[in-house]
C-alpha cells in the first residue's frame, strides 16, 4: 500500500496510510 503525505500528517511527522 503506498502512503499518502497529507498536510495532517506532515505536520505531524509521520505518513498518512491510505
Avoid: A, N, Q
Avoid at 500500500?1 to 497529507?6: A, G, I, R
Amino acid at each position: 500500500m503506498p502512503y499518502l503525505f497529507t498536510s495532517e500528517s506532515v505536520s505531524e511527522g509521520h505518513p498518512d496510510k491510505v
